[in-house]
T-cell receptor
């Protein structure tokens, strides 16, 4: 199994630009999570989906952030317009609902730098 | 808010056992203890979890006190590659995919 795949691994952009982060969960997993990690705030949940449906987006910082999961094998996190304070590492994680160890498996992350 | 308390940092000599403590005095009867670790620049990695019995897998052992108010993660023979931040998390096991709340964790440094 390839694990959770995220792209790009690194993104450098200028303030005001649109940024799209991508995630491919582990095949067979039907729950997907987006996290953000910064030195100041640590690892915090932004949003999660069950069976492609957003369940809790209370962690999304503001309307500039949006996330979609059009199918079971793909999700995007979009920031428009981006700001320097959005600079962070963004992790995607997936798990299989209804059975298993309730374990979340994390991707390698996307390191975003907004200048 | 995280429901656990961990020391911010620990050192361990290579080849020795690393014992990482975690306090979770407000844990409820249906909450599990999970351990994850994060090696620098990588995503968090699952290690082990348990409810009340001690657990062991190929990575580590988890010792939970009888009153379940604290636990210890044991890496039996620490290597340099075990240097990481270790997170102790308590949460219910459910089928709704709810999130894990990560606290600051313990930064373990394995020294040669």
């Amino acid at each position: 199994d390839a694990g959770v795949i995220q792209s790009p691994r690194h993104e450098v952009t200028e303030m005001g630009q649109e940024v799209t982060l991508r995630c491919k969960p582990i095949s067979g997993h039907n729950s997907l999570f987006w996290y953000r990690q910064t030195m100041m705030r640590g690892l915090e949940l932004l949003i999660y989906f069950n069976n492609n449906v957003p369940i809790d987006d209370s962690g999304m910082p503001e309307d500039r952030f949006s996330a979609k999961m059009p199918n079971a094998s793909f999700s995007t996190l979009k920031i428009q317009p981006s700001e320097p304070r959005d600079s962070a590492v963004y992790f995607c994680a997936s798990r299989r609902l209804a059975g298993g160890t309730d374990t979340q498996y994390f991707g390698p992350g996307t390191r975003l730098t907004v200048l | 808010d995280a429901k656990t308390t961990q020391p911010p940092s620990m050192d361990c000599a290579e080849g020795r056992a690393a014992n990482l403590p975690c306090n979770h005095s407000t844990i409820s009867g249906n909450e599990y203890v999970y351990w994850y670790r994060q090696i620098h620049s990588q995503g968090p990695q699952y290690i082990i979890h348990g409810l009340k019995n001690n657990e062991t897998n190929e990575m580590a052992s988890l010792i939970i006190t009888e009153d379940r108010k604290s636990s210890t993660l044991i890496l039996p023979h620490a290597t340099l590659r075990d240097t990481a931040v270790y997170y102790c998390i308590v949460r219910e096991r459910d089928n709704y995919g709810q999130n894990f709340v990560f606290g600051p964790g313990t930064r373990l440094s394995v020294l040669p």
